[in-house]
């Protein structure tokens, strides 16, 4: 069993900078596939980034592409999204997922990838 918990969520202004942090528990965490997910109040949960094992390819939804930046730690087992030039639009709760420990097939956007999921920090941008 691999626990997330993610921190780093708050209420900023339209504009403004957030850095989530998932840590985890993972013994094995260099070798699994990391995600964030975000879903806001009535809406599905969306894929907003992920990373592979090897930290060589990261992966974006179009609505952060170039605004938002996952990165990780091997040596801290944390995971990070930086979030910029933040709109209300972002607002959210936000979820890092792991896969398995060494999966043959990462697909970043697809949920079903994932095995492991935090409980979520909210992100509130305010207009």
């Known amino acids: 069993q691999v626990l997330l918990v993610e921190s780093g969520g708050g209420l900023v202004q339209a504009g403004g900078s957030l850095r989530l942090s998932c840590a985890t528990s993972?013994?094995?965490?260099?070798?699994?596939?990391m995600g964030w997910f975000r879903q806001a109040p009535g809406k599905e949960r969306d894929f907003i980034a992920g990373?592979?094992?090897?930290?060589?390819?990261?992966y974006y939804a179009d609505s952060v592409k170039g605004r938002f930046t996952i990165s990780r730690d091997n040596a801290k087992k944390v995971m990070y999204l930086q979030m910029d030039r933040l709109t209300a639009e972002d607002t959210a709760v936000y979820y890092c997922?792991?896969?398995?420990?060494?999966?043959?097939?990462?697909?970043?956007?697809?949920?079903?990838?994932?095995?492991?999921w935090g409980r979520g920090t909210q992100v509130t941008v305010s207009s």
């Open positions: 997922a792991a896969t398995k420990s060494g999966v043959a097939y990462y697909a970043p956007a697809q949920a079903t990838t994932y095995a492991y």
């Open positions: 993972a013994g094995t965490f260099s070798s699994l596939g």
């Open positions: 990373i592979s094992w090897s930290t060589t390819k990261t």
